[in-house]
């Protein structure tokens, strides 16, 4: 069974710009979760989405959005991007019943 | 809010040598996820923990739930060069629903061969 799947694996984007991510979950799996990992701050969650709904977000600010498809495919979008948003964006999916989560490789954002 | 504290925060162990870490919560988990994250890849789920004094093995990785429910520990027997990277505690963060987990900072872990 193929892993989860996140494009583009890097990006580099300057300050005011915005970002599209994709994640392409486990087939089967339903849900969708964003986290974004940093040295500072670790892995901190973004947001979750099960059946093309959101169903929990974290605490990061409205520039941050994401949404699901009727495939269970899911993309982030940053908007007016800044310095800060430099990070490790990471994927993961599960059945959407339970805790066990399976993540992709990640897109490294790099913003200048 | 929850918040998981993992120690040591890093290792320098020789090759052939056990391992072993932990991972500390102010609050009571129903479970407990072990992960393992290696240079520019996501973390890869090792081992879950569903009860309390429940013990796991994955090869020569061993997870035991502390029966407080607010720790846990990952043992790694007979160290060896792949075990390199950095190894994260997860639980769910019952504030929020399902799909929200939390992690610890992560121990990280280096072999010296």
């Known amino acids: 069974k193929a892993g989860v799947t996140q494009t583009p694996r890097y990006l580099i984007k300057t300050r005011g710009q915005q970002v599209t991510l994709s994640c392409s979950p486990i087939s089967g799996h339903r849900s969708v979760s964003w986290y974004q990992q940093t040295p500072g701050q670790g892995l901190q969650f973004l947001f979750e989405y099960f059946s093309e709904t959101q169903r929990n977000k974290g605490n990061f600010p409205g520039r941050f959005s994401g949404r699901q498809f009727s495939n269970s495919r899911s993309e982030m979008n940053v908007s007016t991007l800044e310095l800060g948003d430099s990070a490790l964006y990471l994927c993961a999916s599960s059945l959407g019943g339970g805790w066990e989560q399976f993540f992709g490789p990640g897109t490294r954002l790099t913003v200048l | 809010g929850q918040q998981l504290n993992q120690s040591p925060q890093s290792m320098f162990i020789q090759e052939g040598e056990d391992v072993s870490m932990n991972c500390t919560s102010s609050?009571?988990?129903?479970?407990w996820l072990w992960y393992k994250q290696e240079p520019g890849e996501g973390p890869v789920l090792l081992i879950a923990?569903?009860?309390?004094?429940e013990l796991t093995s994955n090869g020569r990785l061993t997870a035991q739930f502390g029966i407080t429910r607010k720790d846990s520990f990952l043992n790694i027997s007979a160290s060896i060069p792949s075990d390199v990277g950095i190894y994260f505690c997860?639980?769910?963060?019952?504030?929020?629903?399902?799909?929200?987990?939390?992690f610890g900072k992560g121990t990280k872990l280096s072999v010296k061969p």
């Open positions: 997860a639980g769910p963060n019952y504030g929020g629903s399902q799909g929200n987990l939390i």
């Open positions: 609050s009571i988990f129903n479970t």
């Open positions: 923990l569903y009860k309390a004094g």
